[in-house]
């Protein structure tokens, strides 16, 4: 033997993966080596053979195989190569009874050996020899598609598949099937679909039975929206109050029969040939048994001990909740799954607890089909015996440790707050979703129902609940178990989960020390579930670590217990092992006939036949599963079971793994198989085998018939060891986490006192102290499962969690011992002193062993402290044994470096840790001597001392003799303490700097916050500079909102010296008057509020933007509360100095809206107030300029209701000086005004023209001496009153002029707008905003360069806000900006070029709002609307529109000529004029406005800009003007347009010569006939239509132009030689132009031309040319008369 191995040692693989086999456990017992090539990498034993998985992926047999045709013998002794499979890269291997199956790494299943059941999947032969593809199809895919599988498990007559879906394939015979059939053998796999849309981890096969580990499901994402029947709708659960306690009732029992979410409702009535276990599937608690469950119904009556019934589904019971005794409610806690388990592979998405159980009408739908059983009504009667009979004797007996599962987790819980922890709600155990309900309500009751503590003690509660297990089985197994409790039954995972959820859900702090009617109704509101916040359990991490919330299902043949249900039934379909719920299952193992789970805690339990002592215990009954004996300390973390013996691999004293064997003794050597196997001896308990020693380092086991396997690795380079060190490490610490919680927190969380004792504010953090402590327990577990399986698997370091998601396990251990220092600072474990004595007696053994603690004689408060900093050591370790693995790598390579930085990380959090246990420490002794009074008022969980003044070193500056000065630097705030009195500073709004020493020779400190600045005065500079880096520090964690957890510095925060001057923080006033109680949140510089933040006073003011040194500065939004008008003040807009100045938009409460103008919060300056409750129907509208709140100056004013306007001057809010009003039945005035009224002299004209000029003295009314004027030229000049419309009363002289009195005609001829405001004078506020924008005080006082640099701020500023809300300006406005900020520079006298230059740039200035010139532009634009739109459509105001236009063109000629100082003035001419003259270089461009090439003209440089914008309102007054004579002219054009061309040519006198002989039509030549219409001078005609679309009389002379030269055209084409116009020819060809064009409006052309023309051009060629046309429009108007 030692020979083999010693050869083994040469070849190079003797280091991994070598295999060991052995028989029995006696002392004689030596392992053999099995020689390979090639290190194993798994190795599966059948009941005689044997099969290996090496590396490379092949596989080898060895054994008895009498399937292979060619062997001599069948008796294999070397193992020799399945050669078939050399193609194939095997991943897995498994043996059964005599058959053999390999899946390979694209998912492949192979199989061979015995075939006779079908277990090969292969139909029509008996045996097997080779291994042989077997096909496992979906066929309810469309098209049908191959599965992949992942792993194969075999056993006596069957094979179990588990597909990368995570679902269950069966083929072979017998019910361990779990398929719904009984025809066997099954030759074609098939899905298991009662396990249907579990997420299954691992399958198992025994002889003939299966098992399987399930994830348990994640609880469904979306909120059930109330707690009623999905089908009839009826409250699922009902509540009675009693005195002192409530009953809930889950007994609903829906007619309708099975209830189902609609998601379920498809995939659980799709018609499996079994309904009932689909329809349960559907939708009872996760986890039940099938059909065979009926059976156990109809023997309830007779056998009321069978602990089964508890776990009747349930879909049975309805009154009667929990199931099994032990452990009701953790379970829920385990399952929690990971997020990625799909809710149910789409097809089951159960939730038990929130349907109430399933009805029993399910109960029915079975009934139905397997008629042998009791009826509903038989079994429910029975139940209801069963639950009354149990709260019967639940006064007399409430076994503790019934209690102790059952409130374990429900306490504890009721601490948890943990948003991290997903709840698994949907798995209880007992599936009843009154249980649930019972927990819940528990664990979510508020600190605010002590009162109803007394009445009601939890345990009370719960205790109503207490399953009726059959009895007496039930207590003797409690009894049995007591001892074992503790470990059992939880680990703190558990205490989390599904209370965390409540507490969450019904959002009540506290603890679960009382529960109140109230609180218990209220959960009868609608229950979110429990959505977890992180996606799941773990968050990302969770991907890479293994789920410790499984649940162990089994089926098949049962007459040795070994299904674990309780009895010696068999199953047909798979039911979850109740007991084993929340027990943390990690892997379980089937011999054949019992069964092992491992689970996370290193434990063992088994169940089934122990006749040979294999089940490691002597307990019975042996039908449910118990706990291996093991001496404690013992952690086991592999399993394998043969045909009657059990082998663990487990942790011992030192690193080495040891094994342990139970079961039968095998005698007698392998060769001499004849000899008889005597069955007598076998062990009582598992016993060490004695060689595991010498073995090396044991990563897995596995056993099958008689034999035992073992593969190890020897130590290279210290490698091994260091894995197994780390894996047996965090196995003992999850150990020892699990211990302090069913040890210590579960006791005393069972204590009713508990939160009475503890107070409100300990009990909270107690609360999250359990909930950080689950937490992190249940990161220690995942983590512990997941190194256990790396030994089995990988062993390269690169998988491990602990590297890649280091962050995870540092940021829990940081919010971990956060919970613990703020239990510690509020003194949380000196209160814990009084609960432990009164749990754990005086000594308090149980703390002190936990505890560790080396020292005797402690204080139990530092003690419990002691034993709750425990984790931080076990960061060392972490650190220790990473470094220890690096050292096996070369400095060099990366996983050196990737182990290098973790150990650094966890070794620098391990010290930071440490020293905020100190901080806490510190903080704890320093409360203790701090005087009582302010204690209450300062001591916060999370506040730590970081020093203070005792010692009288920082004293106040000028503080009187005897006052008391005391100062103490927290982590948030800096406290001022006086004699009764403290002020509290908080540190984010802290600003402190040294004072310079040299003149003083004070060792000072200026402190500044934002309402007082004070200076402390430190004893010596040492203590000056210990001072100042203490708050500094502390000022720069609180702002990087570190607070008290802060960071290593190692993880790259560095720390800065001095924090910034400028921060962000919130901060509430006390003292300031205007911002007393107001709380402001945003940027602050030294003290002050600066840059962006938010206001909020209490009143419900609040203002939003940007302030500066403490004052609204900038652009800020104003909100201030109307409690009559039940609405807002809000307003929005430019602040300066903490009031409203600059433009804004004021949204009154009233309704009305005021844009405009703002200086110190009044209005002021030019702005537009519409009143009226809605906008589009404003009444009235004012817009015109405003004098500290009141109309004063010019303005417009729109009288809706009345249909009136005024134009005029105003003084504080009234009509004062000269103006007009129009309304809209064509009444005209214009005079003085004087308090609001029409007094003094003016003008009335009505809309027929009858005219009164004279002395008014209200509104219309006429009262003094005038002139009246009629239509026709009449006119009575006296003295008149009356109001205008009625009758006038009047003496005078009444005047008929006859036809020869023109002159004094000409007397009478009334001049409007005399009485009118001058053009000059409106609008003034308008201009003086933009010469203020400009910097200047008036127009034309100020610097070029400043105005310049107010143009450049304001283009950056807009610039800006449009990078910060860009939806604000289109792309082309964002191109103008940037092209804006070249300003256009030039040196010298202005030539042509420059002119173009400066042209252009104030097209695009006044392009864009954000330009000074252009925001001119745009309000002019809208006062000029304003003022001649709707009622102000008025002909008689065309002359003061013209006016209007032209005064804003000289003023913003003036702007122009102020940025471009060398600029001529108007009128003047440009430098070297160019030497073509100005028509010539605009041929090529038609329609552009000519460019006067030397005559500077302000109308030529504005108009073009101004005008488009003014055209609609000022081509309306002209038509109203021009109507009359533009009908004339019309309807002579209709009238002579019906002539043909020539006939119309030979009527206006066109001379024969020029008359067009062809013309072109469509591009062809047609000759002119004497009908042809609408052709001749075609071209012309259609150019000269085109003056109607453009709009500066430039734009339209150039048009003119245009059609004279086509016309030119035409005639030099006829003539075919040179030709002079002569004014009599051209003028009647030009005629037929203008008539054939047919404008309609050409009369308001001509006169808009006429008005607006450039003054320059009217001599020049345009001049004549404009003339021509002025004629034409006169001649076809009198044309009616020749």
Not at 338 to 366: F, Q
Not at 519 to 545: C, F, K, N, Q, Y
Not at 566 to 591: F, T
Not at 1619 to 1640: E, K, Q, T, Y
Request: charged share 20%; proline share 6%; aromatic share 8%.
């Amino acid at each position: 033997m030692e020979k083999q191995i010693s050869c083994g040692e040469e070849d190079g693989s003797g280091e991994r993966g070598l295999l060991h086999t052995w028989r029995g456990y006696s002392y004689s017992t030596t392992p053999e080596r099995v020689l390979l090539p090639r290190p194993v990498l798994q190795a599966a034993l059948g009941a005689r053979h044997g099969v290996l998985l090496v590396e490379g992926g092949q596989v080898y047999s060895f054994g008895e195989l009498p399937w292979k045709q060619n062997q001599t013998s069948s008796v294999v002794t070397e193992p020799i190569l399945e050669a078939v499979l050399n193609e194939q890269r095997v991943v897995f291997v498994a043996a059964g009874s005599a058959h053999s199956g390999v899946v390979t790494e694209d998912g492949g299943v192979h199989m061979w050996g015995e075939n006779a059941h079908g277990q090969c999947g292969l139909s029509g032969l008996s045996v097997i020899p080779n291994p042989t593809p077997v096909c496992v199809l979906d066929s309810e895919a469309t098209p049908p598609q191959a599965v992949k599988i992942l792993e194969v498990a075999c056993g006596d007559q069957h094979t179990l598949a588990l597909s990368a879906e995570y679902e269950v394939w069966a083929w072979g015979s017998g019910c361990q099937l779990g398929l719904n059939t009984s025809t066997f053998p099954v030759w074609k796999p098939q899905k298991v679909k009662h396990l249907a849309g579990r997420h299954v981890l691992q399958v198992a096969c025994g002889a003939a039975h299966s098992l399987v580990l399930v994830r348990c499901l994640p609880p469904p994402q979306e909120p059930r929206k109330q707690d009623k029947c999905g089908q009839c709708n009826q409250l699922l659960y009902t509540m009675t109050d009693k005195e002192d306690h409530v009953i809930i009732s889950d007994g609903h029992h829906c007619p309708l029969g099975v209830e189902l979410d609609s998601g379920e409702a498809k995939s659980a009535l799709e018609g499996s040939p079994d309904q009932s276990s689909k329809g349960k599937q559907g939708k009872s608690s996760p986890t039940e048994p099938g059909p065979s469950m009926l059976a156990q119904i109809s023997k309830l009556p007779t056998s009321s001990t069978s602990p089964e019934i508890e776990r009747t589904p349930a879909s049975e019971p309805q009154n009667q909740v929990p199931a099994s005794g032990q452990e009701p409610v953790e379970p829920a806690v385990e399952n929690s799954a990971e997020p990625e388990a799909p809710a149910a592979n789409g097809e089951v998405c159960v939730e038990a607890s929130e349907t109430s159980t399933l009805e029993l009408d399910s109960c029915r739908a079975i009934g139905g089909k397997s008629s042998p059983y009791p009826d509903e009504q038989a079994v429910k009667a029975y139940l209801k015996r069963l639950s009354d009979h149990a709260l019967a004797e639940h006064t007399t007996k409430t076994p503790s440790t019934l209690h102790s599962a059952q409130l374990s987790s429900d306490h504890a819980d009721c601490f948890t707050s943990d948003p991290l922890i997903p709840v698994a709600q949907s798995v209880t155990p007992m599936g009843s979703a009154l249980n649930n309900l019972v927990v819940s309500c528990a664990s979510a009751v508020g600190e605010r129902v002590v009162s109803t503590y007394e009445a009601l003690s939890l345990r009370k509660v719960i205790g109503y609940w207490v399953p009726g297990e059959g009895r007496e089985r039930v207590e003797e197994r409690l009894r049995q178990e007591e001892p074992m409790q503790g470990k059992k039954s939880s680990s703190l995972g558990d205490i989390r989960e599904e209370e965390a959820e409540l507490c969450r859900r019904l959002s009540l702090p506290g603890l679960l020390s009382q529960v109140s009617p109230r609180l218990l109704r209220r959960t009868s509101r609608p229950r979110a579930r429990a959505v977890p916040l992180a996606p799941g359990g773990i968050p990302e991490a969770d991907a890479h670590l293994p789920s410790l919330q499984t649940e162990v299902w089994s089926w098949g043949r049962g007459p040795e217990g070994q299904l674990g249900h309780g009895d010696l039934l068999s199953r047909p379909q798979p039911a979850c092992v109740k007991s084993l719920n929340g027990k943390e299952v990690l892997r379980v193992a089937a011999g054949a006939h019992h069964s092992l789970a491992l689970t996370a805690q290193s434990q063992v339990f088994s169940w089934g036949c122990n006749t040979s002592g294999q089940l490691g215990h002597m307990e019975s009954p042996t039908t449910l599963p118990h706990l291996t004996k093991l001496s404690d300390g013992i952690r086991v973390w592999d399993i394998g079971a043969g045909q009657q013996h059990t082998l663990l691999l487990a942790d011992g004293d030192c690193i080495q793994p040891i094994l342990y064997y139970s079961g039968q003794q095998v005698k007698g050597v392998m060769e001499k198989t004849e000899e008889e196997e005597q069955t007598g001896e076998y062990t009582q308990q598992p016993v060490l085998l004695p060689f595991c020693m010498n073995l090396g380092y044991v990563s897995s086991v596995c056993a099958g018939g008689q034999t035992c396997a073992a593969l190890t690795d020897r130590n290279v380079m210290g490698f091994i060891a260091s894995l197994h060190e780390l894996a047996a490490a965090e196995r003992k610490y999850y150990c020892k986490l699990s211990n302090i919680n069913s040890l210590l927190l579960q006791p005393l969380l069972k204590l009713d006192s508990l939160s009475a004792g503890l107070g409100q504010s300990s009990a909270g953090l107690l609360q999250n102290l359990i909930g950080r402590l689950g937490r992190l327990s249940q990161l220690t577990g995942q983590n512990s499962a997941s190194l256990t399986s790396f030994l089995r698997r990988s062993r390269d370091v690169r998988g491990l969690v602990i590297l890649d998601d280091a962050h995870l396990f540092l940021d829990t251990y940081s919010e971990y011992c956060s919970a613990v220092g703020d239990l510690l600072v509020m003194g949380g474990f000196q209160v814990l002193v009084k609960p432990c004595h009164d749990v754990f007696g005086k000594g308090a053994e149980v703390v002190q062993k936990l505890s560790e603690c080396p020292e005797e004689g402690l204080p139990l408060a530092d003690v419990l402290a002691h034993l709750f900093y425990l984790p931080i050591k076990h960061l060392h370790e972490y650190a220790r044994l990473l470094l220890k693995l690096a050292t096996c790598y070369e400095v060099s390579s990366v996983d050196y470096q990737k182990l290098q930085d973790a150990c650094s990380k966890y070794e620098s959090m391990a010290l930071h840790l440490k020293r905020r246990r100190k901080e806490a420490e510190y903080t704890l002794h320093f409360w203790k001597s701090f005087p009582g009074k302010m204690t209450d008022s300062l001591r916060k969980p999370s506040r730590r001392l970081i020093c203070e003044s005792s010692n009288k070193a920082l004293t106040l500056q000028n503080a009187g003799r005897f006052s008391v000065n005391w100062f103490i630097l927290f982590n948030d705030a800096l406290v001022h303490a006086q004699f009764s009195t403290h002020h509290v500073f908080p540190l984010a709004t802290l600003w402190v700097e040294p004072i310079s020493e040299e003149n003083t020779g004070l060792y000072g400190l200026k402190v500044t916050s934002p309402e007082e600045s004070f200076t402390l005065l430190a004893s010596s500079p040492a203590e000056k500079a210990k001072w100042l880096r203490s708050i500094n520090q502390a000022v720069e964690q609180a702002l990087s909102g570190l607070g008290h957890d802060g960071i290593p510095p190692s993880t790259g925060v560095t720390q800065r010296a001095d924090p910034p001057i400028s921060r962000t923080a919130s901060y509430t006033f006390y003292k300031d008057s205007r911002l007393k109680e107001a709380t402001y949140e945003g940027r602050w510089v030294s003290g002050k509020p600066h840059g962006r933040g938010v206001v909020k006073w209490p009143d419900g003011r609040m203002y939003t933007g940007t302030f500066k040194n403490g004052l609204e500065d900038g652009f800020g939004d104003y909100v201030v509360p109307n409690k009559n008008l039940n609405s807002c003040d809000h307003y929005q807009g430019q602040w300066k100095d903490g009031k409203m100045h600059g433009f804004g938009t004021f949204r009154y409460a009233s309704g009305e809206i005021y844009e405009g103008s703002f200086q110190d919060n009044m209005r002021h300056g030019h702005g537009m107030l519409r009143s009226g409750k809605l906008n589009s129907t404003s009444p009235s509208v004012f817009i015109g300029q405003w004098q500290y709140d009141k109309k004063s100056g010019y303005g417009v004013f729109d009288d809706i209701t009345r249909g009136e306007k005024y134009m005029g001057m105003w003084l504080d809010d009234q009509r004062q000086g000269n103006g007009v009003v129009v309304t809209q039945f064509g009444l005209y005035y214009e005079g003085a005004f004087n308090n609001n009224k029409m007094m003094g002299m003016g003008v009335l004209l009505s809309e027929d023209d009858t005219t009164f000029e004279g002395e008014f003295s209200e509104d219309w009314t006429l009262n003094g001496k005038g002139v009246l004027t009629m239509p026709n030229g009449d006119y009575i000049e006296g003295s008149f009153s009356g109001i205008w419309g009625t009758g006038l009363k009047m003496s005078g002289s009444y005047y008929k002029p006859s036809l020869y009195d023109s002159d004094k005609e000409k007397a009478h001829a009334l001049k409007l707008g005399r009485l009118a405001v001058h053009s000059e004078e409106k609008w003034k506020a308008v201009f003086l905003e933009c010469w203020n924008r400009l910097g200047c005080d008036s127009p034309g006082q100020g610097q070029t360069t400043a105005a310049w640099d107010n143009i450049a701020i304001a283009l950056t500023a807009n610039r800006r806000q449009q990078r910060d809300s860009p939806e604000l300006l289109s792309r082309s406005h964002h191109k103008t900006l940037e092209s804006l900020e070249f300003i256009p520079q030039h040196v010298g006298p202005v030539t042509l070029e420059v002119y173009h230059t400066i042209r252009r740039y104030l097209v695009k200035a006044c392009d864009t709002p954000l330009h000074p010139l252009g925001r001119l532009v745009e309000t002019l634009v809208s006062v000029y609307r304003m003022t001649f739109v709707g009622v102000g459509a008025n002909r008689r105001l065309l002359p003061q529109a013209v006016n209007e236009i032209k005064s804003y063109l000289s003023r913003i000629f003036q702007l122009v000529r102020f940025l471009f100082p060398d600029l001529p003035e108007e009128g003047g001419s440009l430098a070297d004029p160019p030497k073509e003259k100005s028509g010539s270089d605009t041929a090529g461009k038609p329609l552009e406005s000519p460019k006067p090439g030397c005559v500077v003209s302000s109308s030529a440089l504005l108009l073009p800009v101004l005008l488009p914008r003014l055209y609609p309102p000022l081509f309306t007054l002209y038509a109203l003007e021009k109507e009359k004579e533009d009908d004339v002219y019309w309807e002579c054009v209709l009238r002579l347009n019906k002539q043909p061309d020539l006939a119309l040519l030979a009527f206006l006198g066109v001379q024969q010569k020029f008359w067009p002989v062809t013309v072109t039509v469509h591009g062809e030549k047609q000759q002119v006939l004497s009908s042809t219409k609408d052709a001749c001078f075609a071209s012309a005609v259609e150019t000269l239509q085109q003056i109607s679309t453009t709009f500066t009389p430039s734009d339209k002379l150039q048009v003119i132009q245009l059609t004279f030269e086509e016309i030119t055209q035409e005639v030099l084409a006829l003539l075919k030689q040179d030709f002079l116009w002569s004014m009599d020819d051209l003028f009647p060809v030009f005629l037929f132009v203008v008539l054939r064009a047919r404008i309609r409006n050409l009369g308001s052309e001509v006169s808009l031309i006429e008005d607006l023309m450039d003054p320059c051009v009217q001599h020049g060629e345009h001049g004549i040319m404009f003339t021509t046309l002025k004629a034409c429009y006169y001649q076809i108007q009198h044309e009616k008369i020749t």
